[in-house]
């Protein structure tokens, strides 16, 4: 039972590089989620996709593009990775409407040199 | 501006004895709040959760209490383990049976239980 997968887990990248995080689920939810999480600031909303073939912006999406490949699938993508974008990057997923529960994948840990 | 606040990066507590964690909002909107666990190198795992229309939901060890008029909840843990070290997050959502549902973060609390 994966739930949600994140790859990788662990980037190294140099500032102007690109690269993208891939998320998938196997939960057959509607939402999906990318969030980073940085030291003394929680979690905070990158990206959201309410259902394939919708994303939004959440609170930080500056330097980040998102694609919702299908269902199942939710992509994250660095066109020129700054320094700044060093964090750990989540994943998640939500299935019924009416319940406010998000799954986690395990994390993405990004270090941009 | 945040509008989840956990004012305590930090907790210690005593194995057996209950922990209180805090949790502060400034949307009157957000109608739902959720308590999440987080051990390091993992992602969050869902703990509780309470709506706006209760003061309190109870599972097991853990209670969440809710305060509207004071836009304040809080998480009990009684008996608190060893095995409860971690960082817990408060978090915040309105529009909780819509499309466009999203959660809003604390800055979370480092929960560290001594044997």
């Known amino acids: 039972n994966a739930g949600v997968t994140q790859t990788p887990k662990f980037q190294v990248l140099k500032t102007g590089q690109s690269m993208t995080l891939q998320c998938a689920q196997d939960m057959n939810h509607n939402s999906m989620y990318w969030y980073r999480q940085d030291p003394g600031m929680g979690l905070r909303l990158i990206y959201y996709?309410?259902?394939?073939?919708?994303?939004d912006k959440g609170e930080v999406p500056n330097g980040y593009n998102v694609s919702r490949l299908n269902k199942r699938e939710f992509s994250l993508r660095l066109e020129s990775a700054a320094p700044s974008q060093t964090s750990v990057y989540f994943c998640?997923?939500?299935?019924?409407?009416?319940?406010?529960?998000?799954?986690f994948g395990e994390g993405s840990r990004l270090t941009v040199l | 501006d945040q509008q989840v606040k956990q004012n305590s990066p930090s907790l210690s507590v005593q194995e057996g004895r209950i922990s209180i964690l805090n949790c502060d909002y400034t949307n009157s909107m957000f109608d739902y709040f959720l308590w999440y666990k987080k051990y390091p190198a993992e992602g969050p795992t869902f703990l509780i959760s309470?709506?706006?229309?209760?003061d309190k939901n109870e599972d097991g060890r853990f209670t969440v209490f809710l305060n509207k008029s004071a836009k304040h909840l809080s998480l009990h843990i009684v008996p608190s383990q060893p095995g409860d070290s971690a960082v817990y997050f408060c978090a915040a959502s309105y529009n909780s049976g819509g499309s466009n549902y999203k959660l809003t973060f604390g800055k979370g609390t480092l929960l560290t239980v001594n044997p």
């Open positions: 998640a997923s939500k299935g019924q409407p009416n319940t406010g529960e998000l799954f």
């Open positions: 309470i709506s706006s229309i209760k």
């Open positions: 996709s309410a259902s394939e073939g919708t994303t």
